[in-house]
């Protein structure tokens, strides 16, 4: 190999100033140094060039340098031309390869063009002109095949990143809507599941029935991310939040000037969700003019925007959710019975929190958790009398009042260990009126102890209040004083 001697500095400096002026690389490897100089006077005023006397040595050079053309010659002691060119293959695929061929050696020749392992092939003796332009030309390919492998391969990797992405997202959004988040030992909550597994495979129309805090979001989103739609969008839409005619131009979309302040064309939820769910909340909260147009879409599968004169099909799959008795709805005929039909496919009704208070210790400690992590806090558990308050409590506000409890308890316990009473919301703390001695509510199921010493509870603080004070009220209860001291203590009833 024949490099011009530097020092280190001045080489480095060099090949600096080279590498901006002339981008390219191109090996030449002959044995014969005359050819050498020869093609390097010919390409080097425009490209860096590199050479080599023989096979070996120019894939030195290769494995050193940036190369982008090579130009061997065919005839070589040590390794013919094509030998060199296919170990060039083999470790540099993209360099843009060239034979020279003194005389026709022509077998190996074509077999080489044929299998496409040169780019094209010098003739001894050649012009200078076309060798220059064949070189320049190929370069151009070459620069353009290279970007576009790149951006090619940009493409695949940043396409990769966001399938990957997507497939988390939708991992994430399947995991925090999956029906493990759904708490419920208790057999009423295992038949809700058992008809939500079962349908979520359908296309069925679902009803959700249940009180406010039921669970009724959680069960639509479970039953949609657990069935074939779960690739395509999930919208959700309360029916009681908007006025009609805003809600029609949610749900259905509008054009342009179909209203005051329609400034837009505007796609409707039933296209957004187009392939997969809407989800319908407050149902019962909807007027008739809209009753009429869901019909028509429950019916037909079409929808038409306000103010368009076309209808467009939609396939969504429907669940819908209320927290009023339908069914006294229609009677009233404040909702239409044939929607009501159509809408009740399958119905799911959740049954209040009050009715499967076994679920609540479960529920507790699932809010705890996760109240705990969210506020840094370690709390164990709770006491056993607060545990008492919380199973005997009415929960009109079913799982979200009870996780809104929990929540405030974990957010005032400082440094307690435990949710005790105290930390409990008034109304859960004196759940007298609620429950008065002799009529205590509370589920049959219930624990014996528990609603014994919910009993106790009652019946102390009734004692204090009507006696004023604890000594009477342990003479009224008939027993010692120190008794009823320790009473308390132990089912956290403060003085
Ligand atoms: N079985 C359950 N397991 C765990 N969390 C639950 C369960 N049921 C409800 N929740 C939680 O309780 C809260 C209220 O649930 P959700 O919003 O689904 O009720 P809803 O029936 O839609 O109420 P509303 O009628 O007021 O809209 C949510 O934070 C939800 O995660
Ligand atoms: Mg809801």
Known sequence: MNQPQQPASDAIEGARREADAHPYGILLVDDEEAILESLEFTLG?????????????GLEVLDREEVALVIADQVMPEM????????????KPQTIRMLLTGYADMPSLVRAINDGRIYRYIQKPWEPEE?????????????LGTENVQLAANLAAANERLRAENVYLRQEVTRKYGFDQILGSTPAMQRVFEVMEKVAQTDATVLLSGETGTGKDLVARAVHYAGPRREKRFVAQNCGALPDTLLESELFGHKRGAFTGAHADKKGLFEVAHGG??????????EPGMQVRLLRVLQDGEIRPLGSSETRKVDVRIIAATNRELQAEVESARFREDLYYRLRVVEIAIPPLR???????????????????KMRRNLKGFTNAAMDRLMAHPWSGNVRELENEVQRAVALAGDAETVSVDLLSEHLRGARAEAPVGGIEMGVEQDLNRAVDELKRQMIRQAIEETGSKTRAAERLGIPRQSLQKMMKRLELND
């Open 45 to 57: 005023d425009d490209y860096r060039v590199f050479k080599a006397n023989s096979g070996p040595e």
């Open 80 to 91: 013919s031309g094509v030998e060199f060119l296919e170990k060039v293959i083999e470790r």
């Open 131 to 143: 060798v220059r332009l064949d070189v320049k030309r190929a370069l151009e390919a070459w620069a």
């Open 277 to 286: 769910t809407i989800f319908l909340d407050e149902i019962g909260e909807t």
């Open 355 to 373: 009715e499967r208070r076994e679920d609540i210790p479960e529920l507790a400690h699932h809010f705890l958790d996760a109240a705990n992590e």
